[in-house]
């Protein structure tokens, strides 16, 4: 298999999802976060990286390596599954609050989760995603101190490419307590960030994420508007969903032109997904090693109609069912029914194929010589052994075939 030497080897293997970290961890002098024409973020060395750093970076990009839960937060009582990995509770829950569960992107339990942190002082600043307020299609990293500034802008779902790493170590130098919310795969970097730097775990005292399909390029998002005849630089709002569950994806121009689409048209048919390959390999979309994952709950895994917004939570470690339980009483969420891993299931059909696929994935990649992610406990591997070989050979041939359109 052919190794990782430079920062471009994953970069142009598929293997980056243009979190930012490396960016972080090197300076902006030194690496640059931009859009390739394909509509990835992706990172450029701009001065020549050194070997130590560079295995820095190998330590902790998620085009590299990816783990699961790390053991110490592996509660006694918490119970397992093989596809869905540890948990300590999975329910229902929601926004109390009948502007956050319209607004946001499902029924706002990663929001009021963050409110809840910021209004008890357990944490300073909520370091996550909004939209660039000049160029809101864009996506930009924020650190929120207070409601105000978390849900002032378009903190839900931005389906496009995002780096919502590439602050974090501006975050650590701020030697605050704070939470980070983004999607698994900065989860994961975070983890591997934690092994190698001590003020990780002082400081960054919350993970919550989302059970996540895939990041779209973001030439998705330039048809979509190109489709109404606007151009990027006209655009004063642009919003995937949220403002209903699962809300129309909207659009508005500076001159108050306003369009909009149902959900479906974006995200019904996953031959049209159009994400990016480092989504296709994805070892943990589910938010494996995270406090908490939350998720839609449509039966079947698509919306037929509009709701109030009925978020699920994966509950994996103790902190984070302290936090879910004291956000609670606090009156922030409501915690509805018990659920089961056949509920998880039926609601992310998309989630537990994958799961299945990726090892299979994986193993194609090598037989093409080209190199792939690390992965440990995440139980890939063992998942696929209960596959039938034709499945599995199917999709050790399918990944090759998107192997030559990176
Ligand atoms: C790329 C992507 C793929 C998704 N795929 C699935 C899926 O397969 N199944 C599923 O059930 N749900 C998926 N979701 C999540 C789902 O849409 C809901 O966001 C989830 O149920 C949480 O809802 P909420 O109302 O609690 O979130 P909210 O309260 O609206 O909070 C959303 C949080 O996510 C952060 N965020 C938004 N976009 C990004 C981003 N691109 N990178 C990092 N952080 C971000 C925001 O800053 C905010 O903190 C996906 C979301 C994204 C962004
Ligand atoms: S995945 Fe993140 S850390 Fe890895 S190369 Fe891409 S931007 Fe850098
Ligand atoms: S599918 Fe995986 S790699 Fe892609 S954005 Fe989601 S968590 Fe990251």
Redesign the pocket.
Known sequence: MTSINKLSDIVNNGLCIGCGLCQSVVGKDNIQISMSPKGRLEPKELKNITPETFNKILNVCPGVVVEGLPKKQIDPKTKYDLVWGYYLSLCYA??TDKK?RFE?????????L?IYLLESKKVKF?M???ADPKKPMR?LT?FSYNRKELLGGE??????P?S?LDRFYEALNLNQPFAF???PC?ISAIRQLSKIDMRVNELCKYL?T???????EFTKSQDFIESFKVKEDELSIFRY??FGN?GRMHIKTKDNREYDREYNSFWGEESTWRIHFRCKICPD?IGDSADIS????WRGGSPTKEDE?F?AAIVRTKRGLDLINETAKGKFIHIGDKLTINDIND??P??LNRKKAVYARHQGMKKNNSPTIVTKDLRIEEISKLNSNEFNKKEELDILKRIEKI
């Open positions: 929601w926004s956050i946001s992107s499902t029924g706002g339990l990663l929001n009021g963050s909520i996550h995603t909004d996506s924020k903190s839900r779902s931005r389906y496009g995002a919502p919310v983004g999607k900065d919550l989302l059970v996540c399909g895939g990041s779209a969903r949220g699962p979309s939350a998720l839609d709950t917004g978020n609601f992310q998309h989630q």
